[in-house]
């Protein structure tokens, strides 16, 4: 057992928590969309087709927002294939996924899915195949009241009123060679710079996003941040981040692996540092937000057939990613890093949501179930309200060769003024010892009642849920917190993700 601390105070506050933090990913790739949140055929399918339970399931993720139609689809699709009667609907090759997409579900079925839901759509134009102009009319046709052509065929198509889409991507990993139409930073830079400037005139109400690079690690990463925002600074809201965690086989450790909490705060913060050299370059007081709006644990569905398989099939098996406990709490501790950064990090979505490397997996004609990373966003969807706390941490550490000392604990704090309610999100990154942890929330009421107090933690750090053993890794209650006035008192097992939730009446 070694103690840390972690000590926040009401009067050092660093942001309010944008609630888009905890928004998801639905591209038209492998089952993510077909035979995935809509299998027509199933028990639970509503009158769309789109599957009841996973709706269920994706309420209780908490899921606040929802990114559409790609990802790398989006550098391929017609708009327009998507809406008017699915019987004239055209069959299209994917190049994006060697699939065959059908164009049975666009952009009104989608948007019924949100409703249904609940949660926000987040749309992507394509600037692969396409450019402004599409881009635009897409726009019009969506959230243009009427009197015009295309928004005419919207009320036609049976939407009267306004989709009312406010958040657009500006396409989709322009940097990467793997993409349809790939772009040069300039050429990206510019065309994003028209299109942002088309699509405002279109509907002034609506945020855009630019693509930043498609990884940290892109040779280009930095260069293309800087060139891209020479042309589109004024232009867009915000920059876009993507990052995928892997394990490479030359250094496979779960210490490193934990590692890239760092890594991605890196990423973040040196992303921050270019947008606001930019903006000085400019002499403008204007300060870009960031959307990372891909991220998950992905490595092991990502090579041969997980990628590409051969026929054209529809709906294939792809990136159909099993998660184990080990990828939850890393999971959890990159959620406290994005808190701990929510001054700039306003927007992010958990790469994908149903099946696609996914906290929900599926079965045709079957179950649906949680997948272990599902718990740790499931948590902090419902319990990180409000404004989000500077954290001081002690803590002892380990060595990376990276990053240096890390310390084992990892943590954040989003305080609710208006419920009086605290919760704290802590990952204890040892291995194999117990941490005695004192939580200190100065100001914010001494009389505390403990709402909540949950771990993930379990012998086997490579269990997984599957569709036989669906709850095998599962939140279970956190015993033995002590509270003493505005102190608090819990010991996490090695290994193991904590969230604890306590209120008090405020003055
Ligand atoms: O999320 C899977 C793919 O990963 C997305 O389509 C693409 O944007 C990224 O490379």
């Given at each position: 057992?070694?103690?840390?601390s ?15 933090l ?29 599957r ?13 927002l ?28 994917d ?24 949660i926000?759509?987040m ?15 897409y ?48 050429e990206?830079?510019?065309i ?13 109400s ?11 690690d892109m ?37 490193s ?5 760092e ?11 270019i ?22 644990v ?19 098996r ?25 001054d ?20 045709p ?9 599902f ?37 954040s ?11 704290v ?15 200190t ?13 949950e771990q ?27 509270i ?5 008192r ?18």
């Open positions: 057992m070694f103690k840390a972690l000590t926040v105070d009401r009067d050092f506050p660093l942001a309010p928590l944008d609630r888009r905890f928004g998801v990913f639905v591209e038209h790739l492998g089952r993510g969309v077909y035979d995935g949140i809509h299998e027509p055929g199933h028990p639970t399918a509503d009158a769309l087709g789109f009841q339970d996973v709706m269920a399931l994706t309420r209780e993720l908490g899921a606040t929802v990114r559409y139609p790609g990802g790398n689809f989006m550098s391929g699709y017609n708009w327009e294939d998507g809406v008017g009667p699915l019987a004239e609907r055209p069959r299209r090759l190049l994006a996924w060697f699939s065959t997409e059908t164009n049975q579900v666009g952009t009104h079925e989608f948007m019924h899915w949100c409703r249904a839901v609940g926000t759509p749309f992507g134009v394509n600037l692969g195949t396409r450019g402004p102009d599409e881009a635009r009319h726009l019009e046709y969506c959230n243009h009241p009427g009197g015009t052509a295309l928004s005419d065929l919207r009320r036609q198509h049976g939407a009267e009123n306004p989709l009312g889409v406010k958040f657009w991507c500006l396409g989709n990993e322009m940097d990467g060679p793997w993409q349809i139409c790939q772009k040069t930073p300039d990206y830079g510019r994003a710079k028209e299109t942002a400037k088309l699509m405002r005139w279109v509907d002034p609506i945020e855009l996003a630019a693509c930043g690079s498609s990884a940290y040779p280009t990463y930095g260069h293309w941040e800087d060139r891209v925002l020479e042309h589109c600074f004024e232009q867009v809201d915000y920059l876009s981040l993507h990052s995928y965690f892997v394990k490479p086989p030359a250094d496979d450790s779960t210490e692996f934990f590692a890239q909490i890594t991605n705060a890196r990423y973040i913060e040196d992303t921050v540092a947008c606001d050299a930019v903006a000085t370059r400019k002499r403008s007081a204007k300060r870009l937000m960031l959307s990372f709006d891909e991220w998950n992905w490595y092991r569905a990502r090579h041969g057939e997980h990628l590409r398989q051969a026929g054209w099939p529809v709906a294939p792809l990136l159909e990613e099993v998660y184990t406990l080990e990828d939850a709490l890393l999971i959890g501790g990159m959620l406290t890093m994005f808190m701990n950064h929510a700039r990090l306003k927007v992010a979505c958990m790469a994908q949501l149903c099946n696609v490397i996914a906290p929900i997996m599926t079965e004609g079957g179950p649906a179930w949680r997948q272990t990373i718990h740790p966003f499931a948590q902090a969807a419902r319990w990180a309200r409000g404004e989000v706390l500077r954290s001081v941490l002690r803590s002892p550490g380990y060595a990376h060769a990276r990053h240096g000392e890390l310390p084992y604990l990892c943590a704090v989003v305080d609710d003024a208006a419920t009086g309610r605290t919760a999100f802590v990952l204890n990154r040892h291995l194999t010892d117990a941490m005695d942890l004192t939580i929330l100065r100001g914010l009421g001494g009389e505390r009642r403990l709402v909540a107090a993930l933690h379990g012998p086997d750090l490579h269990a997984s849920n599957t569709r036989a053993a669906p709850d095998r890794v599962a939140p279970i209650p956190l015993d033995g917190v002590c003493d006035g505005e102190q608090l819990a010991t996490l097992p090695p290994a193991s993700w904590a969230v604890l939730v306590t209120e008090s009446p405020r003055a």
